[in-house]
């Protein structure tokens, strides 16, 4: 799971990556900091483990992660190489999903590559120069289908129709995010690898002073372009984000619970970056490990087995599971078994988010 961090020049990117990762990223005032994409592993909060750790006291505790990478700041005519954008493209194309950070505080201390502080016109500028990429992608790969399709092929005029309308769409100024497609479109649309159709969550960067504001008209603004693609939006202040992420558990509790916050921003956008992803996590607890796996909604139990080990997946035999809700509710694990509230599951069961599991296997 890999996520892309982006913005134009001096927007608070670097300084929220330092806050997510602690990993130490450049951060200063002139634009283009960050050349060199920087990568750091961030653990995804789950009380759950917190609270099997308790019950089971074990060895380690592991939760699952996600890796976020700082991508250089972005300027008009990055597609046709301006700045960085050969680079800021490439890089983009390798993420899984984009976390779209847009200024929302004015401070005449802190430089603006355009002069002036604009959310609709930043989200625009990266917005339009990923249409853009995608249109170069698109004609090359319609002029193609049109040549084959010459032999009457179907599919092939399928196809041609399909990247008519995608050519039309981004044309007009819209990601193909937010452009209707059935499922064997989509799945089409998927091989495209195209900028504009990667899930996206736009962060609205506030100042201190800002932070429990009931009005907020730039964020708003940023909402509303959100909800306008089908994308999602969250509110953070990088600055207090980055203090926060300095403290230790216990004065991150206090520091959150003076502010009035019940989970820091942080918290709340890995959390809102792995539902976008479509994940879940399923739990195994034991005295050598409590650890959460990463899996998509939808993943059956031998694949989900196969995240641990491919023996598990290859010698499937059964998952012993166990609701988390259920084992939290019954205090113990034996205490389930003696209320046959274990159930079997063969090999067509479903995982859920929380179900803790034992997988029976034999290779």
Known sequence: ????????????????????????????????????????????????????????????????????????????GAYKGEGLGNRFLSHIREVDAIVHVVRCFEDENI?????????????????????????????????????????????????????????????????????????????????????????????????????????????????AIAKKENAEALTICARIEEEI???????????LSEMGIGESGLDKLIKACYKLLGLISYLTAGKQEVRAWTIEEGTKAPQAAGKIHSDFERGFIRAEIVAYDTLIENGSMQACKEKGLIRSEGKEYVMKDGDITLFRFNV
């Not at 330092?18 to 653990?43: E, H, L, R």
């Not at 992420?245 to 520091?255: H, I, Y």
């Open 245 to 255: 992420s300095e403290l230790d558990a216990d004065e991150k509790r206090q520091f």
């Open 111 to 223: 430089v603006h590559v355009d002069g002036s502080i604009d959310p609709e016109r930043d989200a625009e500028t990266i917005n339009l120069e990923m249409i853009f990429a995608d249109l170069e992608t698109v004609e090359k790969r319609l002029a193609k289908a049109m040549k084959d399709s010459k032999s009457g092929d179907k599919k092939l005029l399928e196809q041609v129709e399909l990247l008519k309308r995608i050519q039309k769409w981004l044309e007009e100024g819209n990601p193909i995010r937010s452009m209707s497609a059935d499922e064997e479109e989509k799945a089409a649309i998927k091989e495209l690898f195209l900028l504009t159709d990667k899930p996206i969550i736009y962060v609205a960067n506030i100042s201190e002073d800002e932070i429990g504001a009931s009005e907020l008209p730039m964020v708003e603004k940023l909402y």
């Open 1 to 76: 799971m890999k996520l892309g961090v982006v913005g134009m020049p001096n927007v608070g990117k670097s300084t929220l990556f330092n806050a997510i990762t602690q990993a130490g990223a450049q951060s200063a005032n002139y634009p283009f900091c960050t050349i060199d994409p920087n990568v750091g592993i961030v653990s995804v909060p789950d009380e759950r483990l917190d609270v099997l750790a308790k019950m089971y006291e074990p060895d380690k505790v592991t939760p699952t992660t996600i890796e976020f990478v700082d991508i250089a700041g972005l300027v008009k």
